[in-house]
């Protein structure tokens, strides 16, 4: 059922998509964010843009004449800002556009919701200050932050191939794991399955091989940001993760929200970047006035477990936890984008930078991860059904959420990201 | 100027392309490699088999009739021995296709060779046991090999984008930088900026996600192998790497060979699997008789510098390291492949793993890095012009080249891998 005129709307602040105007709604007129959808599994993907309960068909409604997000995506930032000015005053109420656009209009539960871009490499990085300490102290009880933490956006590569579209379920890991009180490695299902809340961010405007991004620019290269869940098996992870970093109990999936909500729909949202106590200033290429000034973003984050019994039940899941990006991150968007380049690394188009785990002070303030949530899986979570989860078990699954509100700004949202565990496959 | 018929040919062994029947060809009937090719910089990639001095245009010779790449490598193993056969009789001496594929030949100096394949994932492992105890002295110099290094293939994500064809030039990286008796890190260009000597392996067959494949399927995934030169900043590699890994240090670049030399072609060169004395048997995932008897390959490699000083008085280099893929490695290709896919990763066709550094037992047997041929810098290298490195300078280029050969096969050889350094760049 499409939309139906209402002369009562706010032609400013309204669009003639009638479930956009809604107070919890994730996708108003401001917000606008891109992602890719289709309605058979064997069409080439189409791009869109999230309005209300509806993704509007960009090629359908006559603003671009390809399927290729990555072209949006490295559009110079004026004609970024031209497309989303006629998107804007197009859906807005009262827009001569809206007959023709209501026939480029289907409903999000109708299509197939995608990776938002292809994605050519992906850095997960770790500024969560809060996570790395907490984690840390369980890896490494007497030095939980290491003394380069506090001077540079700690990051390592990740995987591309196992990048899965929100709704995707997964398997259960197989990997090698050594109980603490054994001599040797054993072959075995993961058993300390665990999520990781983070925020993706992905590069629009590419860098030239060589050439660094100065910190006053780095913004003009972020697309959009989506929700990103970076699953984790800890058991694999703990046991091959020295001295080159984590590598299998990262590669076997990790899953991102369909929306890339961009910079200037979160521009009313910024905020001055929080350091923790004691941590030096940075070096001049990661510093500036306005990057201390409103570098950061005020980015609300949400963690729901619904375990199958749960889902047969009806029940959407209990929140597990609460955050926030600003909050939680000792480094702002923009840096993570010049540190990345600061060697010349070329940042390609659709290039997805993972935050690392956004958890709040302690854990009664939101942690990002059942690691940090259990304390290792030793305090399981009591869930309001009776059930308890040290780590995930098979038919768990988790919803991440996202959203910005302030006094005198509109609310938006990111939509969710969702996963869901299936048993171990049997090896072949 | 074409090759010219020479009826004293053995038509089993020799090609019509005199050039690949000297002794010492890279490219004779026997290895048939493929890479990518162009004439023009503003061409699409063909693909191109290298015999002798020229490359032999598929497309144009009417084995393909496209120019992916991808499509070529991930074909069925049948469809792959098929092209293969096709191509060493049409190449053998006295054979009728002659007349119609001189017309496909184009001399490799009079082309543009590109990156092998589009690559979407790197993985650098660690294999390399000789390279990982030296490297880890100097790192931990108490805990050289970590207890899971006897246990598994170490390994760890890289980045794609900065991936180089053989021949490319890069700038020297800036990176933060901790001297050890300083109290805070540095911005400054790298000053210990180093080779590795590693091997390529291109993934072929993919797998789908979710599936493991098992051991002894391994090598019917493994497209070829190419040389691959990962350098690195020692330096902002030290500062960095904990806890996650190295990151920039190695994301500036990293130089791949033109040609992968198929599995096919290295048959001939199988060896036993050596693994360092005191090392426990491999977990049964990662063990057969076959990959025991059989899994290494006898492949022998160089590392030549050449300077700038050199290079102007038309000096080739001087040779400063050798040593053998089989001596060094302590994991086979097809034990990486398993291990890679062992928690459900996706291995997709055109994804690369790099071996590590492969460097041989001592110093004076052929280390793969100058971190190890000067001892981090301190014992610099004589060159035989008189001049000295610690680690490289402005206007070093490494070139890589490995070959095989035993009594009773025909040599084969992987072409080089060649880089050079251009001084930093400004910084905006």
């Not at 540079?152 to 197989?174: D, E, K, N, Q, V």
């Not at 390609?348 to 709040?360: A, F």
Request: net charge negative; aromatic share 8%; with cysteine.
């Amino acid at each position: 059922m499409k939309p139906i005129h209402d002369d009562t709307l706010d032609p400013q602040l309204e669009s003639w998509v009638l479930s956009a105007n809604t107070e919890d709604s994730d996708f108003p007129i401001q917000n606008l964010p891109f992602g890719r959808f289709r309605q058979k599994a064997d069409e080439a993907w189409r791009i869109g843009v999230a309005i209300g309960e509806y993704v509007l068909d960009l090629r359908a409604a006559g603003l671009i004449e390809h399927g290729d997000m990555q072209r949006v995506m490295q559009a110079a930032p004026l004609a970024q800002q031209a497309l989303r000015l006629a998107l804007s005053s197009g859906l807005r109420s009262g827009s001569a556009r809206r007959a023709a656009w209501e026939a480029a209009l289907l409903l999000q539960a109708d299509v197939e919701l995608g990776l938002p871009c292809e994605v050519g490499d992906y850095t997960d990085f770790y500024i969560g200050a809060h996570h790395a300490t907490e984690v840390g102290r369980q890896f490494r009880p007497d030095n939980p932050l290491l003394p380069n933490y506090q001077w540079l956006p700690i990051g390592y590569h990740g995987r591309t191939s196992t990048l899965l579209a929100s709704g995707a379920a997964f398997h259960r890991p197989y990997g090698q794991i050594k109980p603490a009180t054994a001599d040797m490695p054993v072959l075995a299902p993961s058993q300390r399955l665990d999520l990781e809340l983070e925020l993706g961010l992905f590069i629009g405007l590419p860098n030239t091989l060589g050439e660094a991004i100065a910190l006053q620019q780095a913004e003009q290269h972020l697309f959009g940001i989506t929700l990103f869940n970076d699953w984790s098996a800890r058991d694999i992870q703990a046991w091959e993760y020295q001295p080159l970093g984590p590598f299998l109990g990262k590669s076997f999936a990790s899953s991102v929200s369909p929306w890339m909500v961009t910079m200037q729909a979160l521009a009313p949202f910024r905020r001055p970047l929080l350091r923790p106590a004691g941590f030096a200033e940075p070096l001049p290429y990661l510093d500036s006035p306005d990057n201390r000034a409103s570098g950061a973003l005020d980015i609300q984050l949400e963690v729901l477990l619904q375990t199958a019994n749960m889902a047969q039940a009806g029940h959407a899941g209990d929140v597990i936890s609460r955050s926030n990006f600003a909050d939680a991150a000792c480094w702002t968007a923009a840096q993570l984008v010049t540190h990345h380049s600061i060697n010349g690394c070329a940042l390609r188009t659709g290039d997805l930078l993972g935050s690392g785990t956004l958890s709040g002070s302690s854990r009664e303030h939101g942690s990002g991860s059942l690691l940090e949530l259990t304390c290792g899986g030793s305090q399981p979570l009591q869930l309001s059904n009776g059930e308890q989860r040290g780590f995930l078990a098979d038919g768990d699954t988790i919803v991440l959420r996202a959203w910005c509100e302030r006094e005198g700004a509109q609310r938006i949202g990111f939509g969710e990201c969702r996963g869901t565990i299936l048993p171990a496959q049997t090896l072949p």
